[in-house]
């Protein structure tokens, strides 16, 4: 938790300390700022162009933000604020383990600024149980009860 705090800038985190955090790059970060972090609540941004890559074919001619994608940003959201209430994080991964209940109330056209809020229910040291949204102007587009499981990055990551 620590180390997140001094990635933060007037109480917000930019792409660039997101990046720090959690193992994604530019190409598959669906967050571009958290404007909120407590111990159980995380608010987090992500401005759709349309201009993006995704959208060139979802749907051709016609463009609309893939559910799919939205629940990743929600999953992302859910990780960061995880990690933050993880000691020594940086030695452990996030891994989605079930996505229960996910609902898409109205679709999202660009350009649109999503804003993803999650909620921590509970915690182990086996993984979380966290609600989501995202909203639109206010307005929520897409929600989902997520449980993420933390293991040990090495071991994980030696079993490539």
């Known amino acids: 938790m620590d180390e997140i705090e001094k990635l933060k800038k007037d109480g917000q985190l930019d792409k660039e300390?997101?990046?720090?955090?959690?193992?994604?790059?530019?190409?598959?970060?669906?967050?571009?700022?958290?404007?909120?972090l407590e111990k159980k609540k995380i608010v987090a941004t992500k401005e759709i162009t349309g201009d993006e890559d995704y959208l060139k074919g979802h749907f051709a001619g016609f463009p609309i933000m893939p559910g799919a994608l939205m629940v990743e940003g929600m999953g992302q959201a859910a990780t960061l604020l995880m990690r933050y209430n993880v000691e020594n994080h940086q030695e452990k991964e996030i891994l989605a383990y079930k996505i229960k209940d996910a609902k898409f109330s109205k679709p999202t056209f660009p350009p649109a600024v999503l804003t993803y809020e999650a909620e921590m229910q509970g915690m182990d040291n086996r993984g979380a149980l966290l609600t989501s949204k995202a909203m639109v102007d206010g307005q929520k587009v897409a929600e989902a009860t997520l449980m993420l499981a933390m293991v040990d990055r090495k071991q994980f990551r030696s079993q490539s």
């Open 17 to 36: 300390a997101i990046m720090k955090i959690i193992p994604y790059n530019e190409h598959f970060l669906m967050i571009d700022k958290v404007t909120e």
